[in-house]
C-alpha cells in the first residue's frame, strides 16, 4: 500500500482534508446540504526549509496541525451557532472581528499545549515520586511515570469519548480514515468501498501522541538532574524533540509495510479504536466530498498503483 499523503481530521458534522498547498472542510448543515470552504495551506513559518529537515519538520508541523485544526473547528462551529439577526457590518468592523478571532484562536492554541504539557509531562512526574520511599532506582521511577502518563492518556480518550457528540465526531473521524483507506487500497472513490474500508490508519493523530507517549519515557531515561525543579524543566524542554521524533516515526509508519513498522504501529491502532467510530453514510458522502475537493484520487491511483 503507498501512501497518498493526504490527510485531515474531523470537525464538528464535518471533515477536514488536507493535501499539499490546499485544504477543504466539508460540513453536514442542519438543512442536509454540505458545506465546503476550500483555502490554501499557510504554515504558520514563512521558511520552506524547516519543513524539510527531518526530526525539525516535526516540530513545525505539530504546531501547523493544531493551528489549522483549531481554524477548521471554528468554522465548522459556525454552522451551528444560535440563530440570531444578521447584522450589517462594515469591511472595518469584519477585519477587526477576523483579527480578534485569529488572536483568540491563536491563545486557545497556547494554553492548549501548556495544559497538555501539565497534564501529560508533568503531572506524571511529580505522581511518581511516590514510589521514592520505596525504592531509589531511577529505572524504577521513571517507568513508573510512563505508566502513569499511558493511563492519564487511555482514560482522557475512554471518558471523552463518552459523550454523545465527542462520539459523532469519532464517526466522522472513521470516514475520514476510511476514505483514505479506500483509495490507497485502489478502490474507487465511493459510499459502498469507503463503507467496507478500515476505520484504522497508520499516520492517525492518534497513532503520533501515541507515540509522544513512548518516546517521552525513553527520553525520561536521559534526565538525570538532581534537582526536581531542573527535571521539570527538561521534560518540559524535550517536547519538541519528542514531537519530532515522533513525527519521523508516523511517517515512517504511513509510508512503508515492513512487518516490524506494522508490529510498531498496532499498539497505536489499537488505540484508534476509541478515537474512530463506524460512520454512517451520510457521514463518508462528507468525507468523499472532502477528499475530492483537493485530491484528484483517479489520477493517483492510476500513477501510483
Request: net charge neutral; with cysteine; charged share 25%.
Amino acid at each position: 500500500m503507498k501512501s497518498s499523503n493526504i490527510g485531515g481530521q474531523a470537525v464538528l458534522e464535518g471533515i477536514m482534508m488536507r493535501n499539499g498547498g490546499k485544504y477543504s472542510v466539508a460540513v453536514r448543515k442542519t438543512d442536509g446540504e454540505i458545506a465546503v470552504d476550500i483555502q490554501d495551506y499557510k504554515s504558520v513559518i514563512p521558511w520552506k526549509t524547516p519543513l524539510r529537515i527531518p526530526f525539525i519538520r516535526g516540530i513545525f508541523n505539530f504546531i501547523d496541525s493544531l493551528v489549522l485544526g483549531m481554524k477548521t473547528l471554528m468554522f465548522s462551529a459556525s454552522f451551528f451557532e444560535d440563530d440570531e439577526e444578521e447584522e450589517v457590518v462594515t469591511a472595518e468592523e469584519a477585519a477587526k472581528r477576523e483579527k480578534q478571532d485569529r488572536l483568540i484562536m491563536n491563545i486557545t492554541v497556547a494554553v492548549s499545549v501548556v495544559l497538555a504539557a501539565v497534564i501529560f509531562m508533568v503531572l506524571p512526574y511529580f505522581l511518581s515520586t511516590v514510589v521514592e520511599r520505596y525504592t531509589s532506582s531511577r529505572i524504577i521511577m521513571t517507568v513508573f511515570e510512563g505508566i502513569i502518563r499511558m493511563v492519564i492518556f487511555l482514560l482522557y480518550i475512554f471518558f471523552i469519548s463518552r459523550m454523545k457528540d465527542i462520539r459523532r465526531t469519532f464517526m466522522y473521524h472513521g470516514a475520514e480514515h476510511k476514505c483514505i483507506n479506500c483509495i490507497e487500497h485502489g478502490l474507487e472513490l465511493n459510499v459502498e468501498n469507503v463503507r467496507k474500508s478500515s476505520k484504522q490508519h497508520k499516520r492517525c493523530g492518534t497513532s503520533f501522541l501515541f507515540f509522544v507517549m513512548i518516546v517521552s519515557i525513553i527520553f525520561s531515561f536521559f534526565i538525570t538532574a538532581q534537582s526536581q525543579v531542573l527535571r521539570v524543566l527538561l521534560r518540559i524542554a524535550l517536547l519538541p524533540v519528542i514531537a519530532g521524533v515522533s513525527y519521523e516515526i508516523i511517517r515512517l509508519a504511513g509510508n512503508s509495510d515492513n512487518p516490524f513498522v506494522n508490529l510498531l504501529s498496532r499498539p497505536g491502532m489499537w488505540v484508534q479504536n476509541m478515537t474512530t467510530k463506524e460512520p454512517d453514510d451520510s457521514m463518508i458522502e462528507v468525507g468523499i466530498r472532502a477528499v475530492e475537493e483537493v485530491f484528484d484520487w483517479r489520477t493517483w491511483q492510476k500513477e501510483n498503483l
